[in-house]
Protein backbone atom coordinates (compact mmCIF):
# COMPACT_ATOMS: atom_id res chain seq x y z
CA UNK A 1 0.00 0.00 0.00
CA UNK A 2 1.48 3.18 -1.27
CA UNK A 3 -1.23 6.01 -0.47
CA UNK A 4 -1.67 7.91 2.25
CA UNK A 5 -6.16 7.73 2.95
CA UNK A 6 -8.03 10.12 4.51
CA UNK A 7 -11.80 10.14 5.50
CA UNK A 8 -14.19 11.74 5.26
CA UNK A 9 -13.92 13.12 1.75
CA UNK A 10 -16.43 15.89 2.59
CA UNK A 11 -17.41 17.64 6.00
CA UNK A 12 -20.13 20.09 6.59
CA UNK A 13 -20.04 20.69 10.31
CA UNK A 14 -22.04 23.69 13.17
CA UNK A 15 -20.05 25.96 15.21
CA UNK A 16 -21.15 23.85 18.37
CA UNK A 17 -20.00 20.29 16.43
CA UNK A 18 -18.18 18.09 17.34
CA UNK A 19 -16.23 15.70 14.45
CA UNK A 20 -12.68 13.95 13.73
CA UNK A 21 -10.94 13.80 11.03
CA UNK A 22 -8.76 10.49 10.09
CA UNK A 23 -5.59 9.61 8.12
CA UNK A 24 -4.32 6.26 7.77
CA UNK A 25 -0.86 5.30 6.13
CA UNK A 26 0.45 1.59 5.48
CA UNK A 27 3.98 2.33 4.19
CA UNK A 28 5.79 2.33 7.58
CA UNK A 29 6.03 5.88 7.84
CA UNK A 30 6.96 7.11 11.19
CA UNK A 31 6.43 10.96 10.45
CA UNK A 32 2.81 12.11 10.30
CA UNK A 33 1.45 15.93 9.22
CA UNK A 34 -1.85 18.14 9.20
CA UNK A 35 -1.94 21.17 6.84
CA UNK A 36 -4.67 23.64 6.26
CA UNK A 37 -5.27 24.47 2.98
CA UNK A 38 -7.40 27.94 2.02
CA UNK A 39 -8.06 27.95 -2.10
CA UNK A 40 -5.47 29.70 -3.92
CA UNK A 41 -2.94 29.70 -1.15
CA UNK A 42 0.06 26.47 -0.26
CA UNK A 43 -0.61 24.02 2.10
CA UNK A 44 0.05 25.33 6.23
CA UNK A 45 1.54 23.19 8.40
CA UNK A 46 -0.33 22.66 11.22
CA UNK A 47 1.24 19.27 13.43
CA UNK A 48 3.73 16.95 12.65
CA UNK A 49 4.15 14.08 14.74
CA UNK A 50 7.12 12.09 14.90
CA UNK A 51 7.18 8.29 16.18
CA UNK A 52 3.74 8.96 17.63
CA UNK A 53 4.73 11.94 19.37
CA UNK A 54 3.78 16.02 18.82
CA UNK A 55 6.78 16.88 17.26
CA UNK A 56 5.77 20.26 15.83
CA UNK A 57 2.25 22.28 17.27
CA UNK A 58 2.53 25.44 14.69
CA UNK A 59 0.42 27.57 17.08
CA UNK A 60 -2.95 26.30 16.36
CA UNK A 61 -5.83 27.01 18.16
CA UNK A 62 -6.98 24.88 20.95
CA UNK A 63 -10.07 23.87 19.06
CA UNK A 64 -7.94 21.67 16.67
CA UNK A 65 -6.81 19.07 18.64
CA UNK A 66 -4.75 16.23 16.86
CA UNK A 67 -4.20 12.36 18.17
CA UNK A 68 -1.25 9.98 16.90
CA UNK A 69 -2.88 6.37 18.06
CA UNK A 70 -0.35 4.09 16.78
CA UNK A 71 2.08 4.63 13.96
CA UNK A 72 -0.32 4.25 11.50
CA UNK A 73 -2.86 6.41 11.96
CA UNK A 74 -3.49 10.21 12.44
CA UNK A 75 -6.20 11.98 13.56
CA UNK A 76 -7.75 15.62 14.09
CA UNK A 77 -10.36 16.04 16.80
CA UNK A 78 -12.53 19.20 16.10
CA UNK A 79 -14.10 21.30 18.18
CA UNK A 80 -16.14 24.87 18.41
CA UNK A 81 -14.59 25.60 14.85
CA UNK A 82 -15.25 29.26 13.05
CA UNK A 83 -16.65 29.43 10.00
CA UNK A 84 -13.35 30.48 8.81
CA UNK A 85 -11.47 27.54 9.45
CA UNK A 86 -13.20 25.72 6.17
CA UNK A 87 -10.62 24.71 4.53
CA UNK A 88 -9.35 21.72 2.63
CA UNK A 89 -7.08 19.66 5.34
CA UNK A 90 -4.16 17.31 4.19
CA UNK A 91 -2.24 14.61 5.65
CA UNK A 92 0.70 13.94 4.90
CA UNK A 93 3.23 10.97 6.03
CA UNK A 94 7.03 10.58 5.21
CA UNK A 95 9.68 7.79 6.35
CA UNK A 96 10.51 10.45 9.29
CA UNK A 97 14.44 9.25 9.90
CA UNK A 98 16.11 10.82 12.27
CA UNK A 99 17.95 13.40 11.10
CA UNK A 100 16.59 13.29 7.41
CA UNK A 101 14.02 15.31 6.04
CA UNK A 102 12.17 13.17 3.36
CA UNK A 103 9.56 13.13 0.70
CA UNK A 104 6.10 13.81 2.34
CA UNK A 105 3.01 11.91 0.30
CA UNK A 106 -0.34 14.14 0.86
CA UNK A 107 -3.67 12.02 0.86
CA UNK A 108 -6.49 14.02 -0.70
CA UNK A 109 -7.69 15.42 1.90
CA UNK A 110 -10.60 16.82 3.84
CA UNK A 111 -12.59 19.36 2.20
CA UNK A 112 -14.50 20.85 5.56
CA UNK A 113 -17.19 23.31 5.80
CA UNK A 114 -18.50 25.38 8.93
CA UNK A 115 -20.98 26.99 8.78
CA UNK B 1 10.46 33.61 11.19
CA UNK B 2 11.13 31.25 8.22
CA UNK B 3 10.14 31.82 4.49
CA UNK B 4 9.86 30.44 0.86
CA UNK B 5 9.17 33.15 -1.56
CA UNK B 6 8.25 31.86 -4.98
CA UNK B 7 8.05 33.61 -8.49
CA UNK B 8 6.10 34.48 -10.88
CA UNK B 9 2.72 33.94 -9.20
CA UNK B 10 1.22 33.44 -12.56
CA UNK B 11 3.41 32.06 -16.09
CA UNK B 12 1.51 31.43 -19.60
CA UNK B 13 3.53 29.67 -22.52
CA UNK B 14 2.54 28.62 -24.96
CA UNK B 15 3.28 24.55 -25.93
CA UNK B 16 6.31 23.66 -26.70
CA UNK B 17 8.00 26.14 -24.68
CA UNK B 18 10.15 26.08 -21.42
CA UNK B 19 8.67 27.36 -18.06
CA UNK B 20 10.40 28.64 -15.21
CA UNK B 21 9.36 29.16 -11.44
CA UNK B 22 12.08 30.49 -8.89
CA UNK B 23 12.11 30.16 -4.60
CA UNK B 24 14.24 31.90 -2.17
CA UNK B 25 14.19 30.31 1.30
CA UNK B 26 15.61 31.80 4.40
CA UNK B 27 16.14 29.02 6.98
CA UNK B 28 20.01 28.11 6.80
CA UNK B 29 19.14 24.68 8.16
CA UNK B 30 16.75 24.00 5.39
CA UNK B 31 18.80 20.54 3.72
CA UNK B 32 15.61 19.36 0.91
CA UNK B 33 13.77 20.90 -1.74
CA UNK B 34 10.91 19.54 -3.27
CA UNK B 35 8.31 20.81 -5.88
CA UNK B 36 4.79 19.64 -5.96
CA UNK B 37 2.06 20.15 -8.35
CA UNK B 38 -1.52 20.14 -7.53
CA UNK B 39 -4.49 20.11 -9.91
CA UNK B 40 -7.31 21.72 -9.22
CA UNK B 41 -9.20 19.77 -6.47
CA UNK B 42 -6.68 17.10 -6.27
CA UNK B 43 -3.24 16.74 -3.67
CA UNK B 44 0.03 18.06 -3.95
CA UNK B 45 2.10 15.04 -5.77
CA UNK B 46 5.54 15.16 -6.00
CA UNK B 47 7.59 16.17 -9.10
CA UNK B 48 10.94 16.53 -8.03
CA UNK B 49 13.45 17.02 -5.21
CA UNK B 50 16.99 18.11 -4.43
CA UNK B 51 18.75 17.84 -1.60
CA UNK B 52 21.08 20.42 -0.48
CA UNK B 53 24.28 18.37 -1.41
CA UNK B 54 23.72 18.37 -4.72
CA UNK B 55 23.31 21.23 -7.69
CA UNK B 56 21.45 20.25 -10.07
CA UNK B 57 19.00 17.31 -10.77
CA UNK B 58 16.95 16.46 -14.16
CA UNK B 59 14.44 14.30 -14.39
CA UNK B 60 12.90 13.97 -18.35
CA UNK B 61 11.70 17.12 -18.76
CA UNK B 62 12.01 18.48 -15.59
CA UNK B 63 15.04 20.09 -13.83
CA UNK B 64 15.66 21.52 -10.43
CA UNK B 65 18.91 23.35 -9.74
CA UNK B 66 20.03 24.91 -6.14
CA UNK B 67 22.08 27.28 -5.57
CA UNK B 68 22.87 27.03 -1.57
CA UNK B 69 25.21 29.87 -0.99
CA UNK B 70 22.11 32.62 -2.44
CA UNK B 71 19.48 30.38 -0.80
CA UNK B 72 18.25 30.05 -5.01
CA UNK B 73 16.07 27.29 -6.61
CA UNK B 74 14.25 26.90 -9.40
CA UNK B 75 12.18 24.30 -11.50
CA UNK B 76 12.91 24.15 -15.06
CA UNK B 77 10.14 22.65 -17.37
CA UNK B 78 10.98 22.05 -20.93
CA UNK B 79 8.57 20.92 -24.09
CA UNK B 80 5.61 21.81 -21.87
CA UNK B 81 2.46 20.17 -22.58
CA UNK B 82 -1.51 21.62 -21.96
CA UNK B 83 -1.40 18.94 -18.87
CA UNK B 84 1.52 20.84 -17.39
CA UNK B 85 -1.00 22.94 -16.64
CA UNK B 86 -1.72 23.50 -12.48
CA UNK B 87 -0.45 25.02 -9.91
CA UNK B 88 3.57 24.44 -8.68
CA UNK B 89 4.69 24.73 -5.02
CA UNK B 90 8.32 24.74 -4.15
CA UNK B 91 9.32 23.81 -0.34
CA UNK B 92 12.20 24.10 1.77
CA UNK B 93 12.52 21.74 4.60
CA UNK B 94 14.69 21.04 7.65
CA UNK B 95 14.81 18.59 10.57
CA UNK B 96 15.88 20.39 13.07
CA UNK B 97 13.46 20.87 15.67
CA UNK B 98 11.22 18.42 13.96
CA UNK B 99 10.72 17.86 9.98
CA UNK B 100 9.50 21.51 9.50
CA UNK B 101 8.20 22.22 5.48
CA UNK B 102 7.32 25.91 4.70
CA UNK B 103 5.54 26.46 0.90
CA UNK B 104 6.38 29.06 -1.32
CA UNK B 105 2.84 30.66 -2.40
CA UNK B 106 2.64 28.76 -5.45
CA UNK B 107 2.88 29.08 -9.26
CA UNK B 108 0.06 28.55 -11.61
CA UNK B 109 1.19 27.67 -14.47
CA UNK B 110 -1.23 27.78 -17.89
CA UNK B 111 0.11 26.33 -21.48
CA UNK B 112 -1.72 27.38 -24.07
CA UNK B 113 -1.94 24.50 -26.84
Known amino acids: DTEVTQTPKHLVMGMTNKKSLKCEQH?????MYWYKQKAKKPPELMFV???????INESVPSRFSPECPNSSLLNLHLHALQPEDSALYLCASSLGLAGRTDTQYFGPGTRLTVL | GENVEQHPSTLSVQEGDSAVIKCTYSDSASNYFPWYKQELGKRPQLIIDIRSNVGEKKDQRIAVTLNKTAKHFSLHITETQPEDSAVYFC????????????FGAGTRLFVKA
Open chain 1, 49 to 55: YSYEKLS
Open chain 2, 91 to 102: AASSNTGGFKTI
Open chain 1, 27 to 31: MGHRA
